[in-house]
Structures are given as structure tokens and as C-alpha cells.
């Protein structure tokens, strides 16, 4: 004989659980393949490290995994992560000992390469500036500007109202247009 059964379970409820517990790994696993390097990149625009965008998706992947057999809408995941990457980034900003600070001199600086391309060049001005942004204006422009959301999309993967989302979007772009200087000329407001 068998080693008695718990009551109110049954060695067929057993196999069924497991079965679908594969199952929700199995859709986890192949999600994540999918999207891994998506939310890596976002991760990367919204901190400007790729060592933190790496611990952030990682952080916002665990999170999702957590909550996969709970989650009803699977069309709303990239939202989720999407949610989560962005509350992370912010957390983390707040934390005391994360905290970049800003000195009057730089430390020495990688020999400028005359033969840079104008688009590399542009590229690492603008990640350079978005650095300087506040951590939640920057969430505000990647999301908006660089992951192509609008501002209803921007306001529900932050949590917030869409009047906050086009204030934030205004505050922002005038401080990366202050941290820019003449760096990236496309960024001036239209007269």
C-alpha cells in the first residue's frame, strides 16, 4: 500500500496541478525569451547602465514570474514589466547609497575619436543628458519618446494621470534640453 493521501487530494488532482504548473512555465519561459532584450534596452534608456538594466529586467521578471498564475490578461504583460522596470528604476534612484553625485570636475574622460560618426556621436549626447534627468521625468521621456507610447500608455504603465505624464514630459524635455546645451540641436521647442 501507498503512503496515505492528504485529505481532500488525490493522486489524479496532483498530476493535474503539476501538469498545468509546467504549462505556466512553459508560457513564462517562452515570454521572457521574447521579450528579455526589449525590456533590458528599456531598462538601460531609463538608468543609463547596462550592469543596472540587467539587475532591473532581472527585477521586473521576477516580479511578473511571482504573479504569472495570477495574471488574467496575457495581452497586458508588456504593460506589467513595463510598470514594474519603471517603479524599480525609481526605487532604486531613491536609495541613499545609489545615488550619483555631481561634482564641479570631471574625472578624465575617454580620448574624443575624430572619426565617430554624427549618429553615434548624437546617440551617446542624448544617453549622456538623459542621465541628468530626474529619474521620473526620464521614465516619462523613454516611455514616451524612445518605447513610442502615448500619453494614455505613458500614464498607466507609471501609475499616474495623464496631466502628471504631460507635465513630467514638459519638465523633462526642458532639463535634457539644459543638460544638452547645443549637443542635439532637434531638441528645441517649435517656435
Do not use: N
Not at 539644459?178 to 521647442?189: C, F, H, S, T, Y
Amino acid at each position: 500500500m501507498g503512503a496515505p493521501v492528504p485529505s481532500g487530494k488525490c493522486k489524479h488532482d496532483e498530476r493535474r496541478a503539476s501538469a498545468v504548473d509546467q504549462r505556466d512555465e512553459q508560457e513564462f519561459a517562452e515570454y521572457f525569451v521574447a521579450r528579455r532584450e526589449a525590456v533590458r534596452r528599456t531598462a538601460y534608456l531609463l538608468c543609463g547602465d547596462w550592469h543596472k538594466a540587467d539587475d532591473l529586467a532581472q527585477t521586473a521578471f521576477v516580479a511578473l514570474h511571482r504573479r504569472w498564475r495570477k495574471v488574467r490578461d496575457k495581452q497586458a504583460l508588456d504593460a506589467y514589466v513595463r510598470r514594474t522596470l519603471v517603479r524599480a528604476v525609481i526605487d532604486e534612484s531613491r536609495r541613499p547609497w545609489r545615488r550619483e553625485r555631481f561634482v564641479e570636475e570631471l574625472p578624465e574622460t575617454a580620448a574624443d575619436d575624430g572619426d565617430i560618426g554624427d549618429a553615434v556621436a548624437t546617440r551617446e549626447a542624448l544617453l549622456k543628458g538623459l542621465r541628468r534627468v530626474p529619474p521620473r521625468q526620464r521614465a516619462v521621456l523613454v516611455l514616451r519618446f524612445l518605447e513610442g507610447l502615448d500619453v494614455a500608455g505613458a500614464a498607466q504603465a507609471l501609475g499616474c494621470s495623464e496631466g502628471t505624464v504631460k507635465s513630467q514630459t514638459s519638465r523633462g524635455l526642458a532639463a535634457l534640453r539644459e543638460a544638452l546645451g547645443d549637443a542635439v540641436d532637434d531638441l528645441r521647442p517649435a517656435s
